[in-house]
């Protein structure tokens, strides 16, 4: 099946710094991506959809120069949290998708900004 | 907008006992509706979907669901669950624009 990687699967920064988080899907080309946020116990928020090739579509309420998307090829789109907060910390996980049909989740990123 | 509503947030059973999950979702147009469990530790995993035709899906590990256009509900069901279907399980919809919208999730406990 399709599997898509993270990665880092944890990292902790300290507040003010900027974090990288790729996302690869390694056995399929990924027209679309997306970047979920997940907050203990709660359910995923989407955050942005980005395609390859173009600018990502944020989500309303989500900053768009503090999570910096960019997808530049099939097979891998990154998140970049710049400038990082402890509020930021959060558990993020990316899926991709070919066309309209089924997404496939990453296993997530955790991030703590201390 | 779209919105996607479990009804349980926490459901706690025994093993061998019967479950079912409600959601109920809210948008006018054609929808794809899927049925998610993470358990602990682990990434989302797809359990079923529901593209087109046969309202009752049949998934993996003996999970189904019935899609009730008129009523807006797509509930997850199993005949007998295991203490392994211990989990957090996420009802989502994806409309015209391609989101998957999720609801708040539902973390079922089964009792050995």
């Known amino acids: 099946g399709a599997v898509v990687s993270q990665h880092p699967s944890w990292v902790i920064c300290k507040s003010g710094t900027s974090v990288k988080i790729e996302c690869r899907s390694l056995?399929?080309?990924?027209?679309?991506m997306f970047w979920y946020r997940q907050f203990p116990k709660q359910s995923l928020m989407l955050m942005a959809t980005?395609?390859?090739?173009?600018?990502?579509?944020?989500e309303q309420g989500v900053e768009k120069d503090k999570f910096l998307i960019n997808h530049a090829s099939l097979t891998l789109s990154t998140l970049t949290v710049t400038s990082a907060h402890p509020e930021d910390s959060s558990f993020y996980i990316c899926s991709a998708g070919q066309g309209t049909f089924e997404q496939y989740f990453g296993p997530g990123t955790r991030l703590t900004v201390t | 907008a779209q919105s996607v509503s479990q009804h349980n947030h926490h459901v706690i059973l025994s093993e061998a006992a019967s479950l079912e999950l409600g959601c109920n979702y809210s948008y006018g147009g054609t929808v794809n509706l899927f049925w998610y469990v993470q358990y602990p530790g682990q990434h989302l995993q797809l359990l079923l979907k529901y593209f087109s035709g046969d309202p009752l899906v049949k998934g993996i590990k003996g999970f189904e669901a019935e899609f009730i256009k008129s009523k807006f509900s797509f509930n997850l069901r199993k005949p007998s669950v295991q203490w392994s279907d211990t989990a957090e399980y996420f009802c989502?919809?994806?409309?015209?624009?391609?989101?998957?919208?999720f609801g708040q999730g539902t973390t079922l406990q089964v009792k050995p």
């Open positions: 989502a919809v994806r409309g015209n624009t391609g989101k998957l919208i």
């Open positions: 056995d399929f080309q990924a027209t679309t």
């Open positions: 980005s395609n390859e090739g173009s600018k990502a579509t944020y």
